[in-house]
Nanobody
Framework: QERLVESGGGSVQAGGSLRLSCVAS????????LGWFRQNPRKEREGVAL??????????YYADAVKGRFTISQDSAKRTHYLQMSSLRPEDTATYYC????????????????WGQGTQVTVSS
């Protein structure tokens, strides 16, 4: 069974950067989409970014709130996907979860097959 483990969270000042990593114990043959979500206590879990894992250049999608600041990428050989976060803002403070799904249209609807345990990101002003 696929298992996802995140790392890389922490505390940073506004304007700083962090990189989150998500390692999969094994990729299900049906997994074609990898992504990141975030949640803080006052909001619902929201999608941040996703990347198509089915080969080719890896089509990506970003939430408007993070476009131009966050970059999702993957290393299939390492079964790892990343979220590079730059120009961080206090409103980016949340618990970040990595995710995997069969298809990206499912992930856009928050229909996720596997979740990581979450890693805290705190941005101070």
């Amino acid at each position: 069974q696929e298992r996802l483990v995140e790392s890389g969270g922490g505390s940073v000042q506004a304007g700083g950067s962090l990189r989150l990593s998500c390692v999969a114990s094994a990729y299900s043959t049906s997994t074609r989409c990898l992504g990141w979500f975030r949640q803080n206590p006052r909001k619902e879990r929201e999608g941040v970014a996703l990347i198509y894992n089915g080969g080719g250049t890896g089509t990506t999608y970003y939430a408007d709130a993070v476009k131009g600041r966050f970059t999702i990428s993957q290393d299939s050989a390492k079964r790892t996907h990343y979220l590079q976060m730059s120009s961080l803002r206090p409103e980016d403070t949340a618990t970040y979860y990595c995710a995997a799904a069969r298809v990206c249209t499912d992930m856009l609807r928050k229909k996720v097959d596997y979740w990581g345990q979450g890693t805290q990101v705190t941005v101070s002003s």
